[in-house]
């Protein structure tokens, strides 16, 4: 039984560790590649707490033409270590211009997003593969540093940032407290 209980509460704090493990180099954002079939035409960077965040991009002339089309898909991530599921944008489409924006709430640390392209054969490839473009937010939390132009070093505003990690010290508690006692109840019930 108390293998169980320490089994659970491994697999507990490996979900909980920070999904900025094996993410890109902190404050750098994370651009398309040269052989995407999209350019970036305009992005806001950084991204800002509580002000509209904007990015337009184009479709290369040859997508374009054999009839490809594009969804742009974003996700935010908080400084917490917790991103939204991700959401396909309703994107304002020009011609080759596909152009959106949304506003990443207080203490974000990056916006992510990614193009999924359908030929026209319905054949989906997603841009870039496997992860995600990113642009990182004024003021992050990366790897135990904080960081960005709005960055105090010890967080991102003097009137009580909260410490990133520390609701997942108390999830972490929580659930262990509830192992012990199941343990404990399945033992006394023998």
Known sequence: MRM?????????CCMLLPT????????VDVNPSEDDPFTVVTRDSPSIDNKQWSLTIEMSEEAFDNGTTFEIITQICTNDGICDP???????????????????????????WRIKATDSDGNKTSYPHGDWFKTWSSCYYNDGNWGGSDSLGDGCSSDGENTPGFGSLVTLIAVSAAAGIAVNTRSNQK
Do not use: W
């Not at 169980?4 to 507990?12: C, D, G, N, T």
């Not at 900025?20 to 404050?27: D, L, N, Q, R, V």
């Open 4 to 12: 169980k209980s320490i089994l659970l509460l491994a697999v507990v």
């Open 20 to 27: 900025s493990i094996g993410a890109s180099e902190g404050g």
């Open 86 to 112: 991700p959401v396909t944008m309703d994107a304002e489409v020009e011609e080759r211009l596909h152009s959106i924006s949304l506003t990443p709430p207080n203490d974000h640390t990056y916006v992510n």
